[in-house]
């Protein structure tokens, strides 16, 4: 009779939802929580420090003015939201997230204990929109725009998400930037195709900066800058 035994190593779902743009799932891999979406993996609670960058690498590419108002495009485990709410230089911290099932792992799951204090911070608000649509709707403005949606420009993890990346998307980027804001982009690997297009949706001092990781090839920020 076989014996059983535990795998240590083995992932645990915790939740899986089918929504409007597929499967999206949070799982349990020894002390991490994953996020999967339609199979690609996303990200997890191993580090954050490419997040962090994200966000800092955004407000040292501004031009000092105080209280600047920031919008992440992406919740994901929370590392950005998290980092932006503990830095007291940002004014208003808003995120786009479109998955509702990523939502409530924050407001009441197994992501809570990573986001409870920044969504406490009077700075903060979640809005539930699909970052496309809410760049070409709204009629708020920002200083700075932090997209961590995607493994990248080239890497998308929904079909869709490709219109983002082009000269049309990042028109609607540049829309809710005020003159002077900071466009930056987290990127799995560089795409200097990526750049060309930053530079042809009309944004100015386009640049890439290397995230360091333990191997492979360096994660990146994309950065750009609003003219005006």
Excluded: K
Excluded at 81 to 91: K, N, V
């Amino acid at each position: 009779m076989p014996i059983p035994y535990d795998i240590p190593d083995a992932p645990v779902v915790l939740d899986r939802r089918e929504g409007p743009y597929g499967e999206v799932v949070l799982r349990r891999h020894g002390e991490l929580l994953q996020i999967i979406a339609n199979g690609c993996f996303l990200m997890d609670t191993s580090d954050g420090r490419s997040e962090r960058l994200l966000v800092d690498a955004a407000l040292a590419a501004l031009d000092g003015r105080p209280s600047p108002d920031l919008l992440i495009g992406g919740l994901g485990v929370g590392f950005s939201l998290a980092h932006a709410t503990a830095d007291p230089r940002w004014g208003g911290v808003t995120v786009v997230e479109r998955e509702r099932a990523v939502i409530d792992w924050h407001l009441d799951g197994p992501l809570a204990a990573l986001s409870a204090d920044a969504l406490a911070d009077s700075r903060s608000e979640i809005v539930e929109a699909d970052l496309l649509d809410y760049v070409n709707e709204t009629c708020d403005t920002f200083d700075a725009m932090c997209l961590d949606i995607d493994n990248g420009p080239g890497w998308t993890v929904t079909e869709g998400n490709d219109s983002l990346y082009s000269a049309a998307g990042l028109a609607g980027c540049a829309r809710v930037l005020r003159p002077g804001g900071v466009l930056a982009v987290w990127s799995a690997r560089p795409s200097p195709e990526f750049e060309g297009t930053m530079r042809n949706a009309g944004f100015q001092q386009v640049r890439t900066e290397e995230i360091p990781v333990a191997r492979g090839v360096p994660d990146v920020v994309h950065l750009a800058v609003r003219p005006g």
